[in-house]
C-alpha cells in the first residue's frame, strides 16, 4: 500500500476515535432536541471546539492535504450516533429527534469547524500556506544551480 493512503487511514480512523469519544465524555447527543436545554455550553463545545482540535490533530498526523480529508470524521461520527439512536438506543424520555434539516444543519457547523481546524493545522503546524513551499523549492533549485556554475 501507498505510504500517504495508510497515513491518511490512520489520521482518518484518529480523528473519528477522538470525535467519537469526545463526544461521549462531553455526554452531548447532538441529535437530540431537549428544548431550550440542548443549546449549553458543552453543545457549543461538541459542534465548534471538539471538531476543531480533530481537525488539527488531522493536519500533524497527515500533513499536506488535511484540509481536505478533516472533513469526514465529524460526518462519519454524527451519522453513526444518529443511526445509533435511531435504531439502537431509541430516543429517550422527554427529548425528540432532531429532523434531518436541522440536524444536517448542525453536521454542517462541526465539519466546517474541523475544516478550520485542518486548514490552521496546515498552516501553523506543518508551515504550509498555499503555493509557498512549491515556491520556496523553486529558489532553493535556483540558488543550487548558481553555486554548481
Not at 432536541?33 to 455550553?41: C, Q
Not at 476543531?52 to 470524521?73: Q, S
Not at 493545522?121 to 554548481?148: C, P, Q
Request: with cysteine; charged share 15%; glycine share 12%.
Amino acid at each position: 500500500m501507498n505510504q500517504r493512503f495508510v497515513t491518511g487511514l490512520f489520521a482518518l480512523m484518529t480523528g473519528v476515535l477522538v470525535n467519537y469519544f469526545g463526544d461521549r465524555l462531553l455526554g452531548v447527543k447532538m441529535e437530540l432536541f431537549l428544548g431550550l436545554a440542548t443549546f449549553s455550553f458543552k453543545w457549543m463545545l461538541d459542534v465548534f471546539v471538539l471538531p476543531l482540535l480533530v481537525g488539527l490533530l488531522m493536519a500533524w498526523i497527515f500533513g499536506k492535504g488535511a484540509k481536505w480529508l478533516c472533513y469526514f470524521p465529524p460526518l462519519i461520527v454524527r451519522c453513526f450516533s444518529y443511526w445509533q439512536i435511531l435504531y439502537v438506543t431509541g430516543v429517550p424520555h422527554g427529548a425528540t429527534l432532531n429532523p434531518m434539516g436541522w440536524w444536517g444543519l448542525y453536521v454542517i457547523l462541526a465539519m466546517e469547524s474541523a475544516g478550520i481546524g485542518g486548514i490552521l493545522g496546515e498552516v501553523l503546524i506543518k508551515n504550509i500556506y498555499g503555493r509557498s513551499y512549491m515556491l520556496a523549492d523553486a529558489v532553493a533549485e535556483e540558488v543550487m544551480v548558481e553555486k554548481e556554475s
